[in-house]
Protein backbone atom coordinates (compact mmCIF):
# COMPACT_ATOMS: atom_id res chain seq x y z
CA UNK A 1 0.00 0.00 0.00
CA UNK A 2 2.82 2.41 0.98
CA UNK A 3 4.33 1.57 -2.44
CA UNK A 4 1.73 2.37 -4.53
CA UNK A 5 0.99 5.51 -2.30
CA UNK A 6 5.05 6.60 -3.09
CA UNK A 7 4.52 5.76 -6.91
CA UNK A 8 7.73 5.02 -7.58
CA UNK A 9 9.15 8.27 -6.21
CA UNK A 10 6.60 10.85 -8.01
CA UNK A 11 3.90 10.77 -5.72
CA UNK A 12 3.82 14.45 -5.09
CA UNK A 13 3.39 15.16 -9.01
CA UNK A 14 1.41 11.90 -9.50
CA UNK A 15 -0.96 12.62 -6.71
CA UNK A 16 -1.52 16.23 -6.66
CA UNK A 17 -2.32 15.83 -10.32
CA UNK A 18 -5.30 14.21 -9.58
CA UNK A 19 -6.11 15.79 -6.64
CA UNK A 20 -6.96 19.00 -8.90
CA UNK A 21 -8.12 17.55 -11.87
CA UNK A 22 -11.49 16.13 -9.50
CA UNK A 23 -11.09 18.97 -7.13
CA UNK A 24 -11.98 21.06 -10.70
CA UNK A 25 -14.25 18.64 -11.70
CA UNK A 26 -16.58 17.62 -8.81
CA UNK A 27 -16.72 21.77 -7.65
CA UNK A 28 -18.01 22.67 -11.07
CA UNK A 29 -20.36 19.65 -11.02
CA UNK A 30 -21.98 20.16 -7.94
CA UNK A 31 -22.19 23.99 -8.63
CA UNK A 32 -23.81 23.19 -11.52
CA UNK A 33 -26.14 20.74 -9.55
CA UNK A 34 -27.03 23.34 -6.85
CA UNK A 35 -27.47 26.59 -9.30
CA UNK A 36 -30.23 24.77 -11.03
CA UNK A 37 -31.86 23.88 -7.96
CA UNK A 38 -31.35 27.06 -6.91
CA UNK A 39 -33.37 29.02 -10.11
CA UNK A 40 -36.09 26.39 -9.99
CA UNK A 41 -36.63 27.78 -6.41
CA UNK A 42 -36.36 31.13 -7.71
CA UNK A 43 -39.02 30.84 -10.39
CA UNK A 44 -41.22 29.17 -8.43
CA UNK A 45 -41.30 31.69 -6.14
CA UNK A 46 -41.86 34.14 -8.68
CA UNK A 47 -44.85 32.53 -10.59
CA UNK A 48 -46.69 31.36 -6.57
CA UNK A 49 -45.88 35.43 -6.08
CA UNK A 50 -47.52 36.51 -9.41
CA UNK A 51 -50.75 34.10 -8.66
CA UNK A 52 -51.05 35.21 -5.67
CA UNK A 53 -51.19 38.94 -6.94
CA UNK A 54 -53.35 38.18 -9.29
CA UNK A 55 -55.59 36.76 -6.65
CA UNK A 56 -55.54 39.36 -4.58
CA UNK A 57 -56.10 42.06 -7.13
CA UNK A 58 -59.02 40.12 -8.61
CA UNK A 59 -60.76 39.61 -4.71
CA UNK A 60 -60.12 43.69 -4.06
CA UNK A 61 -62.08 43.81 -7.94
CA UNK A 62 -64.85 41.74 -6.06
CA UNK A 63 -65.10 43.46 -2.89
CA UNK A 64 -65.42 47.14 -4.41
CA UNK B 1 -33.11 25.21 -47.23
CA UNK B 2 -34.38 28.48 -47.85
CA UNK B 3 -32.32 31.17 -49.45
CA UNK B 4 -31.44 32.66 -46.24
CA UNK B 5 -30.34 29.78 -44.59
CA UNK B 6 -27.80 29.33 -47.66
CA UNK B 7 -26.64 32.51 -47.57
CA UNK B 8 -26.13 32.07 -44.07
CA UNK B 9 -24.28 29.08 -44.58
CA UNK B 10 -21.65 30.54 -47.31
CA UNK B 11 -21.20 33.33 -44.82
CA UNK B 12 -20.05 31.33 -42.57
CA UNK B 13 -18.00 29.07 -44.50
CA UNK B 14 -16.11 32.84 -45.95
CA UNK B 15 -15.63 33.20 -41.97
CA UNK B 16 -13.96 29.92 -41.27
CA UNK B 17 -12.21 29.47 -44.46
CA UNK B 18 -10.58 33.32 -44.22
CA UNK B 19 -9.63 33.39 -40.47
CA UNK B 20 -7.80 29.95 -41.33
CA UNK B 21 -6.08 31.52 -44.46
CA UNK B 22 -5.18 34.55 -42.35
CA UNK B 23 -3.83 32.72 -39.27
CA UNK B 24 -2.12 30.38 -41.97
CA UNK B 25 -0.21 33.46 -43.56
CA UNK B 26 0.73 34.68 -39.83
CA UNK B 27 2.09 30.96 -38.59
CA UNK B 28 4.18 30.61 -41.99
CA UNK B 29 5.81 34.36 -41.53
CA UNK B 30 6.63 33.21 -37.94
CA UNK B 31 7.66 29.63 -38.81
CA UNK B 32 11.36 30.43 -37.14
CA UNK B 33 9.67 31.36 -34.14
CA UNK B 34 7.45 28.70 -34.08
CA UNK B 35 10.18 26.12 -34.40
CA UNK B 36 11.15 25.54 -30.64
CA UNK B 37 14.54 24.11 -30.97
CA UNK B 38 17.31 23.80 -34.33
CA UNK B 39 19.31 20.59 -35.50
CA UNK B 40 22.69 20.23 -34.59
CA UNK B 41 23.30 20.26 -38.70
CA UNK B 42 21.39 23.16 -38.70
CA UNK B 43 23.65 24.75 -35.83
CA UNK B 44 26.74 23.80 -38.01
CA UNK B 45 25.53 25.14 -41.04
CA UNK B 46 25.28 28.64 -39.30
CA UNK B 47 21.58 29.14 -39.04
CA UNK B 48 21.73 29.45 -35.32
CA UNK B 49 21.90 32.88 -34.40
CA UNK B 50 25.08 34.38 -33.16
CA UNK B 51 25.39 35.70 -29.57
CA UNK B 52 22.08 34.68 -28.60
CA UNK B 53 19.98 32.29 -26.67
CA UNK B 54 19.14 29.62 -28.94
CA UNK B 55 17.94 26.15 -28.38
CA UNK B 56 19.17 22.33 -30.09
CA UNK B 57 17.86 19.30 -30.18
CA UNK B 58 19.35 16.07 -30.63
CA UNK B 59 19.64 12.54 -29.10
CA UNK B 60 22.68 12.00 -26.34
CA UNK B 61 25.62 10.09 -28.41
CA UNK B 62 25.97 6.93 -25.99
CA UNK B 63 29.05 6.67 -24.48
CA UNK B 64 29.59 11.01 -24.74
CA UNK B 65 28.74 11.55 -21.66
CA UNK B 66 31.59 13.20 -19.26
CA UNK B 67 31.08 14.12 -15.86
CA UNK B 68 33.33 16.40 -13.83
CA UNK B 69 34.16 14.76 -10.58
CA UNK B 70 32.62 16.74 -7.81
CA UNK B 71 30.68 19.47 -9.41
CA UNK B 72 27.72 19.07 -11.66
CA UNK B 73 29.09 19.56 -14.52
CA UNK B 74 28.79 17.58 -17.68
CA UNK B 75 29.34 17.48 -21.26
CA UNK B 76 27.92 15.30 -24.08
CA UNK B 77 27.38 14.94 -27.62
CA UNK B 78 24.30 15.54 -29.39
CA UNK B 79 23.61 13.88 -33.03
CA UNK B 80 20.74 14.13 -35.20
CA UNK B 81 21.94 11.43 -36.44
CA UNK B 82 23.68 13.49 -39.48
CA UNK B 83 26.40 15.61 -37.49
CA UNK B 84 27.61 16.41 -33.84
CA UNK B 85 27.29 18.96 -31.86
CA UNK B 86 29.39 18.93 -28.44
CA UNK B 87 27.07 20.53 -25.15
CA UNK B 88 28.70 21.47 -22.08
CA UNK B 89 26.15 21.96 -19.31
CA UNK B 90 26.82 22.97 -15.54
CA UNK B 91 23.61 21.95 -13.42
CA UNK B 92 20.35 20.18 -12.65
CA UNK B 93 19.65 17.56 -15.14
CA UNK B 94 16.05 16.13 -15.85
CA UNK B 95 15.32 12.58 -14.95
CA UNK B 96 15.37 11.66 -18.32
CA UNK B 97 18.48 12.95 -19.11
CA UNK B 98 20.04 9.36 -20.19
CA UNK B 99 22.57 8.21 -23.40
CA UNK B 100 20.54 7.69 -26.39
CA UNK B 101 17.48 9.95 -25.24
CA UNK B 102 15.97 13.09 -27.09
CA UNK B 103 17.35 16.12 -25.12
CA UNK B 104 17.25 19.93 -26.11
CA UNK B 105 19.87 22.45 -24.81
CA UNK B 106 19.29 26.14 -24.28
CA UNK B 107 22.51 28.16 -25.16
CA UNK B 108 25.08 29.76 -27.10
CA UNK B 109 27.90 28.98 -29.15
CA UNK B 110 31.74 29.41 -27.54
CA UNK B 111 34.76 30.08 -29.84
CA UNK B 112 35.02 26.48 -30.25
CA UNK B 113 31.78 25.48 -31.74
CA UNK B 114 30.34 23.88 -28.54
CA UNK B 115 27.08 25.23 -27.08
CA UNK B 116 27.20 26.20 -23.64
CA UNK B 117 24.42 25.33 -22.08
CA UNK B 118 22.39 27.49 -19.64
CA UNK B 119 19.29 24.30 -19.31
CA UNK B 120 18.68 21.23 -20.34
CA UNK B 121 15.40 20.17 -21.14
CA UNK B 122 14.68 16.43 -22.25
CA UNK B 123 12.36 15.35 -24.48
CA UNK B 124 10.31 11.99 -24.33
CA UNK B 125 8.95 9.85 -27.05
CA UNK B 126 4.95 8.99 -27.70
CA UNK B 127 5.61 5.34 -27.12
CA UNK B 128 4.37 4.34 -23.26
CA UNK B 129 5.26 0.76 -22.76
CA UNK B 130 6.45 -1.87 -19.80
CA UNK B 131 10.02 -2.10 -18.55
CA UNK B 132 9.66 -6.17 -19.99
CA UNK B 133 8.28 -4.88 -23.33
CA UNK B 134 11.17 -2.56 -23.82
CA UNK B 135 13.44 -4.84 -22.85
CA UNK B 136 12.35 -7.95 -25.37
CA UNK B 137 12.01 -4.84 -28.26
CA UNK B 138 15.54 -3.89 -27.33
CA UNK B 139 16.80 -7.62 -27.57
CA UNK B 140 15.28 -7.73 -31.17
CA UNK B 141 16.96 -4.46 -32.34
CA UNK B 142 19.62 -5.47 -31.20
CA UNK B 143 19.77 -8.81 -33.13
CA UNK B 144 18.36 -6.78 -36.06
CA UNK B 145 21.47 -4.29 -35.86
CA UNK B 146 19.06 -1.37 -36.69
CA UNK B 147 18.77 1.95 -33.78
CA UNK B 148 16.04 2.37 -32.87
CA UNK B 149 15.72 6.64 -33.68
CA UNK B 150 13.82 8.69 -29.96
CA UNK B 151 13.97 12.12 -31.59
CA UNK C 1 -40.40 9.25 -60.39
CA UNK C 2 -42.97 11.25 -58.83
CA UNK C 3 -44.21 9.68 -55.77
CA UNK C 4 -40.30 9.37 -54.86
CA UNK C 5 -40.11 13.26 -55.22
CA UNK C 6 -43.26 13.35 -53.09
CA UNK C 7 -41.49 10.80 -50.27
CA UNK C 8 -38.20 13.18 -50.35
CA UNK C 9 -40.21 16.06 -49.33
CA UNK C 10 -42.16 14.02 -46.57
CA UNK C 11 -39.48 12.78 -45.50
CA UNK C 12 -37.23 16.20 -44.75
CA UNK C 13 -40.73 17.73 -43.39
CA UNK C 14 -40.57 14.83 -41.12
CA UNK C 15 -37.20 15.45 -39.89
CA UNK C 16 -37.18 18.62 -39.87
CA UNK C 17 -40.53 18.42 -37.68
CA UNK C 18 -38.50 16.04 -35.94
CA UNK C 19 -35.85 17.95 -34.89
CA UNK C 20 -37.85 21.07 -33.94
CA UNK C 21 -39.74 18.70 -31.39
CA UNK C 22 -36.57 17.73 -30.01
CA UNK C 23 -34.95 20.97 -29.70
CA UNK C 24 -38.16 22.25 -28.54
CA UNK C 25 -37.16 23.58 -24.80
CA UNK C 26 -39.80 22.01 -23.02
CA UNK C 27 -39.03 18.75 -24.43
CA UNK C 28 -35.18 19.01 -24.30
CA UNK C 29 -35.87 20.05 -20.50
CA UNK C 30 -37.73 16.76 -20.28
CA UNK C 31 -35.39 14.39 -21.83
CA UNK C 32 -32.21 15.91 -20.17
CA UNK C 33 -33.69 15.54 -16.94
CA UNK C 34 -34.40 11.63 -17.67
CA UNK C 35 -30.76 10.98 -18.91
CA UNK C 36 -29.33 13.01 -16.60
CA UNK C 37 -28.50 10.07 -14.17
CA UNK C 38 -27.73 7.52 -16.49
CA UNK C 39 -24.65 9.88 -17.81
CA UNK C 40 -24.15 10.52 -13.57
CA UNK C 41 -24.22 6.16 -13.53
CA UNK C 42 -21.85 6.05 -16.48
CA UNK C 43 -19.53 8.53 -15.85
CA UNK C 44 -18.83 7.30 -11.79
CA UNK C 45 -18.42 3.45 -13.08
CA UNK C 46 -15.90 4.30 -15.27
CA UNK C 47 -14.37 6.74 -13.53
CA UNK C 48 -13.89 4.17 -10.65
CA UNK C 49 -12.83 1.17 -13.54
CA UNK C 50 -10.45 3.66 -15.14
CA UNK C 51 -8.70 4.98 -12.39
CA UNK C 52 -8.08 1.42 -10.76
CA UNK C 53 -6.71 0.34 -14.07
CA UNK C 54 -4.85 3.16 -14.66
CA UNK C 55 -3.20 4.03 -10.94
CA UNK C 56 -2.69 0.14 -9.85
CA UNK C 57 -3.36 -2.22 -12.68
CA UNK C 58 -1.25 -0.72 -15.63
CA UNK C 59 2.09 -1.45 -15.74
CA UNK C 60 4.89 1.06 -14.66
CA UNK C 61 6.16 3.10 -17.96
CA UNK C 62 9.92 1.56 -19.14
CA UNK C 63 11.27 5.66 -19.28
CA UNK C 64 8.96 7.12 -16.82
CA UNK C 65 8.23 5.02 -13.96
CA UNK C 66 5.14 5.81 -12.46
CA UNK C 67 5.11 9.80 -13.21
CA UNK C 68 3.77 8.86 -16.79
CA UNK C 69 0.11 7.88 -14.81
CA UNK C 70 -0.61 11.32 -15.00
CA UNK C 71 -1.90 10.98 -18.67
CA UNK C 72 -4.75 9.26 -17.19
CA UNK C 73 -6.04 12.68 -16.60
CA UNK C 74 -3.88 14.59 -18.62
CA UNK C 75 -4.70 13.20 -22.03
CA UNK C 76 -8.24 12.93 -21.32
CA UNK C 77 -8.41 16.53 -20.35
CA UNK C 78 -6.85 17.89 -23.20
CA UNK C 79 -9.58 15.53 -25.70
CA UNK C 80 -12.30 16.86 -23.92
CA UNK C 81 -11.00 20.69 -23.96
CA UNK C 82 -10.96 20.02 -27.89
CA UNK C 83 -14.11 18.37 -28.30
CA UNK C 84 -16.15 20.45 -26.40
CA UNK C 85 -14.73 23.13 -28.49
CA UNK C 86 -16.07 21.15 -31.93
CA UNK C 87 -19.28 20.94 -30.02
CA UNK C 88 -19.59 24.34 -29.40
CA UNK C 89 -18.27 25.32 -33.22
CA UNK C 90 -21.10 22.76 -34.33
CA UNK C 91 -23.87 24.75 -32.24
CA UNK C 92 -22.42 28.19 -33.42
CA UNK C 93 -22.70 26.97 -37.03
CA UNK C 94 -26.50 25.47 -36.13
CA UNK C 95 -27.85 28.71 -33.84
CA UNK C 96 -26.37 31.21 -36.89
CA UNK C 97 -28.19 29.29 -40.11
CA UNK C 98 -31.21 27.42 -38.08
CA UNK C 99 -31.54 30.07 -35.16
CA UNK C 100 -32.52 26.87 -33.58
CA UNK C 101 -32.51 28.11 -29.95
CA UNK C 102 -31.06 24.91 -27.76
CA UNK C 103 -28.07 25.29 -30.27
CA UNK C 104 -27.42 28.61 -28.32
CA UNK C 105 -27.92 27.02 -24.79
CA UNK C 106 -25.57 24.14 -25.20
CA UNK C 107 -23.16 26.23 -26.39
CA UNK C 108 -22.69 28.25 -23.27
CA UNK C 109 -23.52 25.65 -21.13
CA UNK C 110 -20.37 23.83 -21.96
CA UNK C 111 -17.76 27.03 -22.19
CA UNK C 112 -17.06 26.81 -18.31
CA UNK C 113 -16.83 23.10 -18.51
CA UNK C 114 -14.15 23.38 -21.74
CA UNK C 115 -12.47 26.13 -20.05
CA UNK C 116 -11.91 23.89 -16.88
CA UNK C 117 -10.93 21.13 -18.58
CA UNK C 118 -8.50 23.34 -20.40
CA UNK C 119 -7.09 24.68 -17.21
CA UNK C 120 -6.80 20.67 -15.98
CA UNK C 121 -4.72 20.07 -19.41
CA UNK C 122 -2.35 22.86 -18.84
CA UNK C 123 -1.72 22.18 -15.23
CA UNK C 124 -1.26 18.89 -14.96
CA UNK C 125 1.07 18.93 -18.13
CA UNK C 126 2.71 21.66 -16.11
CA UNK C 127 3.15 19.10 -12.99
CA UNK C 128 3.97 16.38 -15.59
CA UNK C 129 6.72 18.03 -17.21
CA UNK C 130 8.87 19.14 -14.79
CA UNK C 131 10.12 15.92 -13.79
CA UNK C 132 10.24 14.74 -17.26
CA UNK C 133 11.13 17.30 -19.34
CA UNK C 134 12.88 19.42 -16.38
CA UNK C 135 10.73 22.27 -17.00
CA UNK C 136 7.15 23.29 -15.44
CA UNK C 137 6.53 24.85 -19.29
CA UNK C 138 7.92 26.40 -22.36
CA UNK C 139 6.64 28.50 -25.08
CA UNK C 140 6.58 25.86 -27.33
CA UNK C 141 3.75 25.48 -30.58
CA UNK C 142 1.78 22.63 -28.82
CA UNK C 143 1.67 24.32 -25.20
CA UNK C 144 1.19 28.08 -26.20
CA UNK C 145 -1.70 26.61 -28.55
CA UNK C 146 -3.36 25.20 -25.54
CA UNK C 147 -3.30 28.30 -23.59
CA UNK C 148 -4.56 30.14 -26.37
CA UNK C 149 -7.41 27.75 -26.84
CA UNK C 150 -8.16 28.37 -22.91
CA UNK C 151 -8.29 32.31 -23.53
CA UNK C 152 -10.42 31.64 -25.90
CA UNK C 153 -12.93 29.71 -23.24
CA UNK C 154 -12.60 32.66 -21.45
CA UNK C 155 -13.51 35.58 -23.88
CA UNK C 156 -16.12 33.33 -24.91
CA UNK C 157 -17.95 33.44 -21.57
CA UNK C 158 -16.83 37.05 -20.96
CA UNK C 159 -18.41 38.15 -24.21
CA UNK C 160 -21.57 35.89 -23.47
CA UNK C 161 -21.70 38.09 -20.01
CA UNK C 162 -20.70 42.01 -20.86
CA UNK C 163 -23.92 41.91 -23.66
CA UNK C 164 -26.60 42.42 -21.48
CA UNK C 165 -29.66 40.73 -24.19
CA UNK C 166 -28.93 37.33 -24.03
CA UNK C 167 -29.99 36.77 -27.75
CA UNK C 168 -28.03 39.35 -29.63
CA UNK C 169 -24.83 38.18 -26.50
CA UNK C 170 -25.32 34.49 -28.53
CA UNK C 171 -24.80 35.44 -31.97
CA UNK C 172 -22.04 37.36 -31.01
CA UNK C 173 -20.40 34.30 -28.84
CA UNK C 174 -21.41 32.33 -31.69
CA UNK C 175 -19.17 33.79 -34.69
CA UNK C 176 -15.79 34.36 -31.99
CA UNK C 177 -16.58 30.58 -31.48
CA UNK C 178 -16.07 30.03 -35.17
CA UNK C 179 -13.11 32.42 -35.70
CA UNK C 180 -11.79 30.55 -33.00
CA UNK C 181 -12.10 26.70 -34.30
CA UNK C 182 -9.10 27.24 -36.70
CA UNK C 183 -6.77 27.11 -33.73
CA UNK C 184 -8.32 22.89 -33.01
CA UNK C 185 -6.11 22.00 -35.73
CA UNK C 186 -3.31 23.84 -34.97
CA UNK C 187 -3.03 22.49 -31.04
CA UNK C 188 -3.38 18.50 -33.25
CA UNK C 189 -0.83 19.16 -35.46
CA UNK C 190 1.08 21.73 -33.77
CA UNK C 191 3.31 18.58 -32.66
CA UNK C 192 4.16 17.22 -36.84
CA UNK C 193 4.22 20.99 -38.13
CA UNK C 194 6.81 22.31 -35.76
CA UNK C 195 9.87 21.19 -33.66
CA UNK C 196 8.25 21.00 -30.09
CA UNK C 197 9.41 19.64 -26.81
CA UNK C 198 6.11 18.29 -26.40
CA UNK C 199 6.34 14.91 -27.98
CA UNK C 200 4.20 13.79 -30.86
CA UNK C 201 0.47 11.71 -30.63
CA UNK C 202 0.22 8.67 -28.92
CA UNK C 203 -3.05 6.97 -29.47
CA UNK C 204 -4.72 9.53 -32.56
CA UNK C 205 -2.67 8.55 -35.26
CA UNK C 206 -3.41 6.59 -38.55
CA UNK C 207 -0.59 3.58 -36.75
CA UNK C 208 -1.74 1.72 -34.27
CA UNK C 209 -1.15 3.21 -30.98
CA UNK C 210 2.35 3.04 -29.84
CA UNK C 211 1.06 2.60 -26.30
CA UNK C 212 1.13 -0.65 -24.41
CA UNK C 213 -2.67 -2.01 -24.65
CA UNK C 214 -2.78 -2.28 -20.54
CA UNK C 215 -1.80 1.06 -20.35
CA UNK C 216 -4.28 2.31 -23.51
CA UNK C 217 -7.10 0.80 -21.86
CA UNK C 218 -7.69 2.67 -18.59
CA UNK C 219 -6.75 5.46 -20.97
CA UNK C 220 -10.11 4.59 -23.16
CA UNK C 221 -12.03 4.34 -20.07
CA UNK C 222 -11.31 7.53 -18.82
CA UNK C 223 -11.74 9.20 -21.91
CA UNK C 224 -15.43 7.86 -21.58
CA UNK C 225 -15.63 9.03 -18.22
CA UNK C 226 -14.96 12.38 -19.31
CA UNK C 227 -17.47 12.38 -21.84
CA UNK C 228 -19.96 11.24 -19.53
CA UNK C 229 -19.24 13.84 -16.87
CA UNK C 230 -19.33 16.66 -19.67
CA UNK C 231 -22.83 15.75 -20.84
CA UNK C 232 -24.20 15.60 -17.00
CA UNK C 233 -22.28 18.39 -16.09
CA UNK C 234 -23.49 20.41 -19.20
CA UNK C 235 -27.36 19.28 -19.36
CA UNK C 236 -27.60 20.73 -15.33
CA UNK C 237 -25.98 24.17 -16.82
CA UNK C 238 -27.95 23.58 -19.75
CA UNK C 239 -31.31 23.16 -17.72
CA UNK C 240 -30.83 26.28 -15.77
CA UNK C 241 -30.25 28.09 -18.64
CA UNK C 242 -33.59 27.34 -20.34
CA UNK C 243 -35.34 27.98 -16.86
CA UNK C 244 -33.61 31.35 -16.96
CA UNK C 245 -34.56 32.43 -20.46
CA UNK C 246 -37.73 30.89 -20.30
CA UNK C 247 -39.33 31.85 -17.62
CA UNK C 248 -42.10 33.20 -18.62
CA UNK C 249 -43.40 30.31 -20.55
CA UNK C 250 -46.44 27.66 -19.74
CA UNK C 251 -44.20 25.00 -19.66
CA UNK C 252 -41.87 26.28 -17.00
CA UNK C 253 -45.05 27.35 -14.98
CA UNK C 254 -46.80 23.89 -15.25
CA UNK C 255 -43.31 21.95 -14.96
CA UNK C 256 -42.43 23.89 -11.49
CA UNK C 257 -46.01 25.15 -9.78
CA UNK C 258 -48.70 22.45 -11.74
CA UNK C 259 -51.52 23.57 -9.94
CA UNK C 260 -51.35 27.12 -10.68
CA UNK C 261 -51.35 26.10 -14.84
CA UNK C 262 -54.45 27.53 -15.60
Redesign the interface.
Same mark, same amino acid.
Given at each position: MSE?LH &? =? =? @?AS??W +? +? @?A? +?FI? &?FG &? &?FL??S??KK? /?KI #? /?G? #? #?RA?QQKAEKKREEENE | MTPARKKRMTLIGVLILGTALAVGLILKAMNENVMFFFSPTQVMAGEAPKNKLFRVGGMVVEGSVVRVPNSVKVQFDLTDNAKIITVEYEGILPDLFREGQGIIANGRLDAKGNVIADEVLAKHDENYMPPEVAATMQRVADKDGSIKNKM | MSIYIIDKKIMIKATWSFIQKFSSPPHFYRISGKMQPWFMAIFIGTLIYGLIGGLYLAPTDYQQGDSFRIIYVHVPAAWMSMFIYMVMAFCAAVALIWRIKLADIVLISSAPIGAMFTAIALATGSIWGKPMWGTWWVWDARLTAELILLFLYLGIFALYNAVEDKRTGSRFVSILVLVGVVNIPIIHYSVEWWATLHQGPTVTKFDKPSIHIDMLIPLLVMAISFKCYYITTMFSRARTELLERESNAKWVTKLLVPTKAD
Open positions: F &M =G =G @YFV +S +S @YL +SL &M &M &MSFQHK /Q #I /QR #I #IA | - | -
